[in-house]
């Protein structure tokens, strides 16, 4: 894992000084609130309905025990005893009061985590394969690319005050386990003849107005990947819109000026950036390498035994193919049945740092689908491993199925919101979990929004829910075939909307019209792209 | 740097320059292209920087203005003037507030005009805000990057 230098330390630590000037400026009526919301923003402060939130930042959605640790402590010490991961590989609490909020800044500065960019028209923490480093298909470990681009987008002088947020994804396989068109800049390190490189994706996006980014370069040089990522970030900083909120992400420049002139203009600022010699030194990536650096494996046995049943199903469900045959990657899911998702307290934090220093090498990972990942379990320890877990409620095998549902905070307590995610979340799985269907269904996606914003990534989930305000009532659009993986799609709505009861049955309707005409090995998208909307539409609207 | 922070007799509070200050009035960058005469001009957010890029030499003062200090369009504009080479005074002006100081001087800024005048003593801790900085930009500072492998 990346360990911070006394240069990256000293970084982390003048920002909380500066916050705390800020809030000390604030509390004296030298800023107004509006001149505070942006500082306390660029410090992942927001006010929500009922509190401040903090959200901290987990680069590329690794940490160790003992940063886990401090998230546990955290939430018991500020909040009230949880912590909610979230969509991006990072944790929220819900319940901040302001005046603590320069000392939690503190207390995560000591374990070398911060909130800083988390929120806010900048650069936002930059997301990642949760199996980089562990999976067998991967090209390289994208996490050195990554920390190089956390390192560059930290602080950026130039590009703090962005027309909107902007967010980053690097990956390194062909399979995509971080969404990586539907970021901002979705960066892909691929190989070729024989150099590593990356490979650009400008313009996607979910919200009010779902993009796939196009692809606007297939090879950037590892000794230009900095500079590229600049020219990217200047002609947005430039030309994107400031005109309208809801027009000012970049994929609505990149669509507005076309993939191929928006390409023409980076170019353009790129050949001329590549004169102005801001590329970090190439000594700097192979610094970081070494950090990422394998643990060290031993071979052991490479079955387990499958004598009880509910352990077999949780390895079967949970656990994932690793790059060393005698481990597997084991995801702890934070989506117990009718569960809040993504939701761990602060006891459930502190055990899974303790199984990650016992059995994954000090390591945990953060899914964007809000799950924990322990990245290098030996096989020979599962089942001590599933025993700890089961007894502290950390053991639902319910990986990628319907009931692993991502869920927005929703009304419960997003100011934005415009009706509730998390008792939809909760209802849906409750109902499938009781008629025994999960395991029958397979892999299943879905995945709510409370309101057009789309931080449940509705428009990606093989079912999508989003909620919306209906004449003062929560209505519920249903929407099919989405997905965020290497297929990527965006999902398409049903028909009319329902109310909250009528939402759970129609999950259910559609998850039997998949069942009566699904063929061998197909998933529910699959099938649904095989046969189309209509017979989804027929059954639910008849 | 300390030495130099304090304010001036007009509007500009904080100056990096030891030069005298170039207070001839500014002209829009469209009449700057037209008129041959003009040393000083203002740049306003959506204003292509780039199109001054011939007239550099003749330029004593460019003006950036900052309507709102959320629009960072300027930020943009300065890099790509000392870029191109321009060391005349590069002057932000309007909503300039506390912490936008230290970005503004890394992107090139070297006075600074903010509508409402600023606490002297936030002022100075936010031009000393980092000690070291992960990216090259105008001011030219050497980067952590560069400073861990020379």
């Not at chain 1, 982390?12 to 030298?30: C, I, M, P, S, T």
């Not at chain 1, 207390?107 to 988390?118: F, G, R, S, Y």
């Not at chain 1, 790059?323 to 459930?348: F, R």
Request: proline share 4%; glycine share 8%.
């Amino acid at each position: 894992m990346y360990k911070y230098d006394h240069y990256d330390q000293a970084m982390v630590d003048a920002r909380v000084e500066e916050f705390r000037d800020q809030a000390r400026r604030r509390l004296e009526g030298k800023l107004t609130e509006d001149q505070f919301k942006p500082l306390r923003l660029m410090n992942g402060l927001y006010l929500q309905l009922h509190a401040y939130m903090l959200r901290v930042a987990i680069p590329y959605g690794t940490l160790n025990s003992r940063q886990m640790t401090a998230l546990g402590d955290i939430a018991d010490k500020y909040d009230r005893g949880y912590g909610h991961f979230t969509t991006r590989q990072n944790i929220q609490y819900n319940w901040i009061k302001l005046e603590d909020a320069a000392d939690i800044l503190a207390d995560l500065a000591k374990v070398e985590m911060h909130a800083i960019q988390t929120s806010g028209n900048c650069i936002r923490n930059i997301s990642s394969d949760h199996f980089a480093g562990a999976t067998y298909d991967e090209l390289v470990d994208p996490r050195p690319y990554a920390e190089l681009l956390r390192q560059w987008s930290s602080f950026h002088p130039e590009f703090t005050y962005l027309p909107r947020k902007f967010k980053i994804a690097v990956i390194a396989a062909e399979k995509d386990r971080a969404a990586m068109r539907l970021h901002d800049i979705g960066i892909q390190i691929v190989e070729q003849n024989g150099e590593i490189g990356a490979r650009f994706f400008v313009g996607g996006g979910m919200g009010r107005t779902p993009m796939i980014a196009p692809m606007i370069r297939d090879f950037v040089p590892l000794d230009q990947l900095v500079t590229y990522a600049e020219a990217c970030l200047r002609v947005y900083n430039r030309y994107g819109r400031r005109d309208n909120k809801y027009k000012a992400r970049i994929k609505i420049l990149v669509h507005e000026l076309g993939a191929e002139e928006y390409t023409r203009q980076v170019e353009e600022e790129f050949a001329h950036l590549l004169g102005q010699g801001i590329e970090p030194p190439r000594d700097e990536l192979e610094r970081i390498k070494p950090f990422f650096a394998d643990p060290p494996f031993e071979d052991g046995p490479k079955m387990v035994d499958r004598s009880d049943p509910d352990f077999a199903l949780w390895v079967d469900r949970n656990t994932v193919r690793h790059k060393h045959n005698s481990y597997v990657s084991a995801v702890i899911s934070l989506k117990p049945v009718g569960g809040i998702p993504g939701d761990a307290t602060g006891e459930q934090i502190r055990t899974m740092a303790r199984l990650a220093k016992q059995y994954s090498f000090d390591e945990l990972r953060v899914m964007h689908t809000q799950n924990i990942v322990l990245p290098h379990v030996k096989i020979a320890d599962l089942h001590a491993l599933w025993t700890e877990l089961d007894a502290a409620d950390l053991g639902a095998p319910n990986l990628d199925t319907v009931e692993d549902i991502i869920a927005c905070p929703g009304l419960d307590y997003c100011a934005l919101a415009n009706a509730r995610s998390i008792t939809v979340a909760q209802r849906i799985s409750e109902n499938f979990a009781a008629k025994r269907r999960t395991e029958e269904l397979g892999e299943l996606k879905l995945k709510i929004s409370g309101c057009i914003n789309a931080c449940g990534h509705h428009h990606a989930g093989h079912i999508g829910i989003l909620g919306v305000d209906k004449k003062g009532k929560e209505n519920y659009q249903l929407s099919l075939g989405g997905s965020e993986a290497e297929d990527v799609s965006l999902a398409k709505i049903t028909g009319p909307g329902f109310d909250e009861d009528g939402v759970v049955q129609a999950v259910e309707t559609v998850t039997d019209v998949y069942l009566k005409h699904r063929e061998d090995g197909e998933r529910f998208l699959d099938t649904y792209r095989r046969i189309g909307m209509d017979p989804f539409k027929e059954a639910l609207y008849g | 740097m300390d030495n130099s922070l304090g304010r001036s007799p007009d509007e500009v509070q904080f100056r990096f320059r030891d030069d005298e200050v170039a207070d001839h009035g500014t002209v829009t960058v469209d009449a700057c292209c037209d008129q041959t005469n003009a040393t000083a001009v203002r740049i306003e957010p959506g204003d292509d920087a780039r199109v001054l890029v011939p007239f550099l030499d003749r330029l004593a003062l460019i003006e950036v203005n900052f309507p709102a200090y959320t629009d960072g369009r300027g930020y943009s504009a300065a890099r790509i003037l000392r870029e191109a080479g321009y060391t005349g005074e590069l002057r932000a002006v309007g909503d300039v507030l506390i912490d936008q100081l230290s970005h503004m001087r890394r992107c090139g800024f070297d006075a600074f005009a903010p509508d409402t005048p600023l606490d002297e003593e936030d002022a100075k801790r936010a031009f000393a805000t980092w000690d070291n900085v992960y990216q090259s930009a105008a001011d030219r500072r050497r980067t952590i990057q560069e400073l861990r492998h020379e």
